[in-house]
């Protein structure tokens, strides 16, 4: 991993030298400028690592592992639990430190009142709420609801402790950080917490991201992790050996496997935690094989998948930096079969039988071979593109008198019509082609979530929930609405989310195709020359709904009257009647739900196209009028020859 960081450096020393070169060349400023930038970035270069998998997954011992040393505590349930960053140290943050992000009055009130509305209950402050909640009958709670309750306890809990923090930041050390972590009535006021730790991984200027889990209630959560499923350079999944994917990772999986073609390389990859479980390799082989298939069945093909033993991996760590002893170490010999009284196994074995040195050996490369070399590949184009416009101007320089006076009327003649063709090029075309794109994808939306009407009805109303057990079956019937609802909500919510980064990719192409016509038009007009590539844009995700409009409610409650008892519905024809008529009553406000979804996107869109272009025609113009400044400068004998020679020379030199 030192190649990572190293490569960088000596990229960017490159681009601050070329900068330094060219900066007094006629024509060549904002190139200089433009360089010392890039260069600044890749010597601060961050790699992100986003972190996902359900709560009991095992992410915070896989996130030890990679780090090497008890970092993380096992986090509360995952109602509670903040987002975890770790970073790597600077100076106003040296190692050890940890930062807790509290959450505002206003967003804490709302997590609460939106818990305490699973349970039908309204109301209008934080304080009335914490009030209410001491009127809920525990006995009636449905299997879906208690997170929310369990929420709701540790805001009370902890209100008295946390009260005078809301709304600001701590600076705490790591044992109050494993409090905000591990404690449910301190984690459920915290919005996000940063610790500062010098390892292996974050010295490289990597910052790991350990989420809350696809399981979240948090429903800001949702939007968070689309956020660092779309932008993280590296998005870790982690399941554990025996536990079958439950809803909340089927629907996180999903949403992965709709936006994986989006990105421009393959980033994900996927970790079968405590695969030491297996009785045999074939056991082992069993379950990557069905791990595959659960993918597959979500949309993402061809997955790496590693099973791998993060408690294993830690010991074999510890081992190696001298921290093992006691009870650790016995149970490191139990792992590796190493006699007592004997020699460990070496640090790099146990790395190797805990399954994470080939994930590290991939991963390792994926960062270094792909992420790295597309981010010099970028320098050493800007780098050769200093080089030709060089080698321009000797050659302009090197020209008659005569021949340069001829050439110069060519030039102004050049320039003018250059900066013309930028303004006249007509983008009507791509602007239809963005909102057809739009259209098609939202219709195929709709479809794809009626596709899934019964499935997502079977997980709402399903035997676990809806049963004669002494609780208000009209309730319960409420409890699966709702639930099923809030489950058509998420999906369409994601499935917006998904159409949103698509839509960006799509523009990103139509501003890609505009760059290289223009080039194209412009070669013949700038002899030599070559643009800077475009740039693709990071367009902010819009917010959408949480929940469906209330049309058709009528409708809804209607359907639930269909219900006669559960031997009806589950041995009869029942759920079958019922599932049909909610289907129908479901099509006004889901249709509704994308309308609206519909017009945000198009607000979004259209002023980010519009802004593009408008981006695009001034940064194009800009590299005319500096490429036009330098051919006068060198056909006015104003370009100091010998000193452009050594210039040349020298960018050569720094040319891959």
């Known amino acids: 991993m030192n190649q990572l960081k190293q490569k960088l450096l000596e990229t960017a020393q490159a681009c601050k030298q070329v900068s330094d070169t060219i900066s007094d060349v006629p024509g060549m400023l904002a190139q200089a400028k433009a360089m010392r930038e890039r260069a600044g970035r890749l010597e601060a270069n961050r790699f992100t690592v986003a972190l996902f998998g359900a709560f009991s997954a095992g992410k915070s011992s896989f996130a030890n592992a990679l780090m090497g040393d008890l970092i993380l505590p096992v986090s509360p349930n995952p109602t509670t639990a903040a987002i975890n960053k770790i970073m790597p140290p600077d100076e106003q943050y040296p190692h050890g430190t940890v930062r807790v992000v509290l959450k505002s009055h206003a967003v804490l009130e709302q997590d609460v009142l939106r818990s305490l509305a699973v349970f039908g209950i309204q109301e209008s402050g934080l304080d009335q709420a914490l009030a209410a909640l001491d009127s809920i009958d525990v006995t009636q709670i449905a299997a879906t609801a208690k997170p929310h309750y369990t929420f709701l306890k540790a805001v009370k809990k902890g209100m008295a402790d946390m009260e005078a923090h809301i709304g600001s930041e701590l600076i705490v050390d790591m044992q109050a950080f494993k409090g905000f972590v591990a404690k449910e009535e301190k984690a459920c006021f915290a919005d996000y917490i940063e610790l500062y730790y010098s390892c292996p991984l974050t010295d490289q200027g990597i910052v790991l991201v350990d989420t809350p889990g696809a399981d979240s209630i948090n429903a800001r959560h949702t939007g968070v992790a689309f956020e660092y499923m779309k932008n993280a350079d590296v998005v870790l999944f982690v399941t554990y ?26 980033k994900m990859f996927f970790l079968v935690n405590a695969a030491d479980l297996a009785a045999s390799e074939e056991e082992l082989a069993g379950v990557v094989a069905h791990v595959e298939k659960n993918l597959l069945a979500c949309g993402i093909r061809l997955p790496r998948i590693y099973p791998i033993s993060s408690q294993t991996a830690l010991l ?31 640090m790099e074995q146990g790395l190797q039988l805990s399954g994470i040195a080939a994930f590290e050996r991939d991963f390792n490369r994926f960062i270094l071979e792909e992420l790295t070399q597309m981010a010099v590949d970028a320098a050493q184009g800007e780098i050769k593109r200093a080089y030709d416009m060089l080698g321009e101007w000797l050659t302009l320089a090197k020209e008659g008198e005569s021949a340069r006076q001829a050439h110069k009327e060519a030039a102004e003649a050049a320039r003018r019509q250059a900066l013309q063709l930028v303004a006249d090029l007509s983008v009507a075309s791509e602007e239809r082609d963005l909102a057809k794109e739009q259209e098609e994808l939202l219709y195929y939306v709709k479809q794809r979530l009626f596709f899934r009407f019964n499935e997502l009805f079977a997980y709402a109303f399903n035997p676990a929930v809806l049963k004669e057990d002494g609780r208000s079956i009209k309730q319960a019937l409420q409890d699966c609405l709702q639930e099923l609802t809030r489950s058509i909500s998420y999906d369409l919510g994601q499935e917006l989310r998904a159409t949103s980064l698509r839509l960006e990719k799509f523009l990103n192409k ?4 505009l760059a290289k016509e223009w080039e194209k038009s412009l070669a013949p007009l700038m002899h030599g020359a070559t643009l800077s590539p475009y740039v693709h844009r990071q367009i902010q995700t819009p917010d959408f709904a949480d929940e469906l409009p209330a049309t058709g409610e009528a409708q809804l409650q209607a359907s639930l009257k269909l219900f006669k008892n559960t031997k009806d519905f589950f041995e009869q024809d029942g759920k079958t009647v019922m599932r049909e008529s909610l289907e129908k009553a479901m099509q006004q406000p889901v249709s509704e739900y994308l309308q609206a979804g519909a017009q945000i996107l198009t607000d979004c869109f259209t002023a980010a196209f519009a802004d593009m272009v408008a981006d695009e025609r001034s940064r194009i113009s800009e590299q005319i009028e500096e490429y036009f400044t330098g051919v006068f400068a060198a056909l006015d004998m104003k370009i100091d020859m010998e000193a452009l020679h050594s210039k040349h020379a020298a960018v050569e030199r720094l040319l891959a």
């Open 241 to 266: 050996y025996n536990h079958a994917f439950a809803q909340a990772d089927r629907e996180f999986l999903m949403q992965m496997g709709r936006v994986k073609e989006t990105f421009e390389l393959d």
């Open 316 to 346: 074999a760590r510890m081992h190696g930096a001298g921290k093992l002893a006691g009870s650790a170490e016995k149970l490191y010999r139990q792992r590796t079969g190493a006699a007592e009284g004997g020699e460990l196994m070496p």
């Open 510 to 513: 139509l501003g890609a195709s």
